[in-house]
């Protein structure tokens, strides 16, 4: 923590002075959602839990977290640490902890962001058995240095910038001042659900789960659990924008905007997971949901069956006690009562029931303490809570991550205002991933489970303007000649294509529906197929099939990448019951080419020698590799070499050299004889060149008039540069052939 200090300074104080806004904070704060590090807090509606709107921006210091592996980054400079998560909190915490007081100020100074669900498997000793598909943080929070509090109920806004030994006060503000001059960003583009969702869940393994805890419950392992499901479809635009839409169409208390770096949180809860003042604690647990109604009198008829629920009463009766049972571990003795019990709460969609727990923090103990007492909430894990977490990792098949974790702010000045992540969505790679839950019981309908999920959803799923995941998902691929959702075209665990990666495939350009050289693809398909599998070609008319998809994922009018599989169907059994797989996705030209009007290589450095580099199989690890360390090198492309030190080929082309009136072939052993490539060669060889088949090396590239990269979806493009040196003198002959052959 000392070498820490020295690079961050120490806390020392929280400068504070009043702000006029002159719109809506969420308007305000739209200035800096672009801005990796920022956290905004809004809390919708009228409950007392909803007064402050919080922005934190211009983080002075980043935490980012996987088990107990921790990175700390100050400015340029990174430290990493091997501590428990919660211990790291705790040394980050007491490290910069302030004596400021100001119960009007709800945070001055802290950490904002989210902490994970999976933070659990470091509080217990639980079964891991979920795929974290996603890898992002377990914890990611940042500590700003400028934290805007606008207070609903006194109606004035306050700027608090913490300050640290030799920090600039005079720069951090003209930094803000600057920012806050520029015009609010206006209301940008998003859109998602264009290819339908997909769930971590078919409804009758939905279900069947269900039915499984009710099991595990009759038989006294349980008396309830939560059980869930993640959503995931593409989305493209402003993650803020979809923020603003979800916060004006039905505002909760603890409305949450991360912008985490390579991912956004954009969450929507309605409950408080606890909440730190001073020595006073406090969760309010939610159980039973019931939709508003369109009138006033059906309105009251639904509230009042929800207070009267008998199940949904007992479901929140066991949270509590599981509540007051964590609290009382670090809590004064006899201080933690219940201080509102079955409050009907209402929202713009929903009602809730929702009870209050209190108490009093003892005097030794602090936040990290409070957290590993109840962390994660018991109202989205079950009773008892250890064994639920073990039955959700059994039947759950991905991991959470911040699904029923937490997010808000952990204060420097013992203060603390977490909610529990539900109706939360996380927006990575250009998809949006959302869960949905409830707590499963005893007299539980498995049917009624699963439509109260998609209930949960439907804010998130209509924000994004599509169709419920009933509807199936809308694209499609072609699986041993049947269309069907891309989430359910499986290949058997114990076919040699999964297991090994024994197969093929093609990959085409299609414009308007018209496949480019699809006999030529086809032929290089069958004659792997006949070198690989040694079993009769299907019989297969690949036009209509190639057909098929596109129109069914309406690719018919653009122009789109197909992809043509073959895996090896299981050892012994049936040999010639191979997976044949089509699928289609629009194709645009890549980024870098259409900026650079080329691509830049980088010579990889492990060089491959492999029979299998006469075909384009699905054991594609070492290509993949290579493209990705490029890409990390600065490059597009990486350059492949055959042991010798020669060229062979790029990750995903073919190359051609031109020096002269010589068009000149990579010579190597084992290389895929590219369908773009030959069609490059002939139109060139009928201008004049002479093809020549001799080895290249890596440095003759640097004597050559131009280099050429070949494949069926770029068509021909111009290398510029090798390991950052440029290389020949691109024309326009790229383009020329580009227009040849497309």
């Given at each position: 923590?000392?070498n ?15 702000l006029v ?6 308007d305000?704060a ?11 807090l809004?809390?919708?509606g009228?409950l ?17 977290s ?12 990174t430290?990493?640490w091997?501590?428990?998560p ?5 040394r980050l ?6 004596g400021?007081d100001?119960?009007s ?24 058995t979920?795929?974290?598909d ?5 914890i ?6 400028v934290?805007v509090?606008?207070d609903k109920?006194?109606?004035n806004?306050?700027l ?8 600039s ?12 001059k ?10 998602g659900g ?12 939905y279900?069947?789960a269900v ?11 349980i008396y309830?659990?939560n ?15 979809f ?8 505002p909760a208390?603890?409305?949450?905007y991360v912008?985490?770096g390579?991912?956004?949180?954009v ?19 939610i159980?039973?949901t019931?939709?508003?109604g369109?009138?006033k009198?059906q309105?009251k ?20 006690d599981?509540m ?11 201080s ?14 929903v009602f ?28 989205i894990?079950g009773?008892?809570?250890?064994r639920?977490m ?5 039947l759950?098949?991905?991991s ?9 702010y952990i ?8 909610s ?42 209509e924000?994004?303007k599509?169709?419920t ?21 499986k290949?058997?665990?114990g076919d040699?294509?999964f ?10 350009r ?5 496949p480019?050289?699809?006999?030529a693809h086809i032929?290089r398909f069958?004659d ?10 299907p ?9 098929q998809v ?20 299981e050892?012994g ?9 089509v699928?289609?996705?629009p ?10 009007g080329?691509?830049?290589l980088?010579?990889?450095?492990h ?10 199989t ?8 290579a493209?990705r ?7 597009d ?7 010798d030190?020669?060229i ?10 031109i ?8 010579k190597?052993?084992?290389?895929l004889?590219?369908i ?6 002939a ?5 004049g ?9 890596p440095?003759d590239?640097?004597s ?8 069926s ?6 290398v ?5 040196t440029?290389v ?15």
């Amino acid at each position: 923590m000392r070498n820490l200090k020295k690079i961050t300074g120490r806390l020392e104080n929280i400068h504070i002075e009043p702000l006029v806004l002159n719109e809506p904070i969420i308007d305000f704060a739209s200035r800096f959602s672009n801005l990796p590090g920022t956290v905004v807090l809004m809390s919708g509606g009228e409950l007392d839990s909803a007064r402050y709107h919080i922005l934190a921006a211009f983080p002075w210091l980043t935490l980012k977290s996987r088990g107990c592996q921790q990175v700390l980054t100050a400015g340029r400079r990174t430290m990493r640490w091997a501590f428990n998560p919660f211990e790291a909190l705790r040394r980050l915490i007491r490290g910069y902890a302030l004596g400021f007081d100001d119960p009007s100020i709800p945070v001055g100074a802290g950490l904002f962001g989210y902490l994970s669900y999976d933070l659990k498997d470091y509080i217990e000793k639980l079964p891991r058995t979920v795929v974290d598909d996603l890898g992002l943080p377990q914890i990611c929070l940042f500590a700003p240095s400028v934290v805007v509090v606008h207070d609903k109920i006194a109606q004035n806004t306050r700027l608090c910038i913490p300050l640290r030994n030799g920090q600039s006060l005079k720069k951090t503000l003209g930094r803000f001042q600057s920012m806050i001059k520029t015009p609010p960003a206006k209301d940008s583009f998003f859109s998602g659900g264009s290819t339908g969702f997909s769930s971590s869940f078919t409804r009758p393994a939905y279900l069947e789960a269900v039915s499984r805890i009710k099991d595990y419950i009759v038989s006294g392992h349980i008396y309830q659990v939560n059980l869930s499901q993640r959503f995931e479809t593409d989305f493209s635009g402003n993650p803020y924008a979809f923020f603003k839409q979800l916060y004006h169409a039905a505002p909760a208390p603890f409305y949450a905007y991360v912008h985490a770096g390579d991912h956004y949180i954009v969450s929507t809860s309605p409950e408080r997971f606890l909440l730190r003042r001073q020595s006073e604690v406090e969760t309010r647990p939610i159980k039973g949901t019931r939709p508003r109604g369109r009138t006033k009198k059906q309105d009251k008829t639904l509230g009042q069956a929800l207070k009267q629920s008998q199940k949904d009463a007992a479901e929140l009766s066991m949270i509590v006690d599981l509540m007051r049972n964590d609290l009382g571990r670090v809590c004064r003795a006899g201080s933690v009562h219940v201080a509102e019990h079955k409050r009907l709460e209402p929202y713009k969609n929903v009602f809730h029931l929702v009870s209050v727990v209190k108490g009093v923090l003892q005097p030794q103990k602090d936040t990290a303490d409070l957290l590993l007492a109840t962390f994660p909430g018991g109202s989205i894990t079950g009773c008892p809570r250890i064994r639920a977490m073990e039955i959700i990792d059994e039947l759950e098949p991905v991991s959470r991550h911040v699904y029923t974790g937490s997010i808000g702010y952990i204060g420097f000045h013992d203060t603390l205002d977490l909610s529990i992540a539900i109706r939360t969505a996380t927006i990575y790679h250009n998809k949006i991933f959302f869960s949905a839950g409830g707590g499963v019981v005893f007299d539980s309908n498995p049917g009624d489970e699963y439509d109260e999920t998609l209930h949960k959803a439907r804010s998130l799923l209509e924000a994004l303007k599509t169709s419920t995941p009933e509807a199936g998902a809308k694209e499609f691929v072609w699986l041993n000649g049947a269309l069907v959702p891309k989430p359910q075209a499986k290949i058997p665990i114990g076919d040699l294509g999964f297991q090994y990666g024994f197969g093929f495939f093609e990959t085409l350009r299609v414009h308007r529906g018209r496949p480019a050289y699809l006999k030529a693809h086809i032929q290089r398909f069958y004659d792997a197929w006949k070198n690989l599998f040694q079993t009769p070609v299907p019989d297969i008319t690949w036009n209509e099939v190639i057909g098929q998809v596109l129109e069914k994922n309406n690719l018919l009018d653009q122009t789109a990448a197909v992809k043509i599989m073959a895996a090896y169907g299981e050892a012994g059994v049936c040999p010639c019951r191979h997976s044949l797989v089509v699928t289609a996705k629009p194709y645009a030209m890549r980024p870098a080419i259409r900026e650079k009007g080329g691509l830049d290589l980088a010579t990889y450095p492990h060089p491959r020698q492999t029979p299998l580099a006469d075909h384009k199989t699905l054991n594609y690890l070492y290509y993949f590799l290579a493209g990705r360390w490029a890409q990390q090198k600065g490059a597009d492309e990486a350059m492949i070499l055959n042991p010798d030190g020669s060229i062979s080929e790029t990750n995903t082309a073919n190359l051609l050299m031109i020096k002269g009136k010589h068009l000149i072939r990579p010579k190597s052993a084992h290389c895929l004889a590219g369908i773009m490539e030959q069609q490059v060669i002939a139109r060139l060889t009928r201008r004049g060149y002479r093809l020549v088949h001799q080895k290249l090396m890596p440095r003759d590239l640097f004597s050559a008039d131009e280099v050429i990269l070949t494949n069926s979806l770029i068509g021909a493009v111009p290398v510029l540069s090798l390991d950052q040196t440029p290389v020949g003198r691109p024309s326009d002959l790229c383009a020329r052939i580009r227009k040849a052959v497309f």
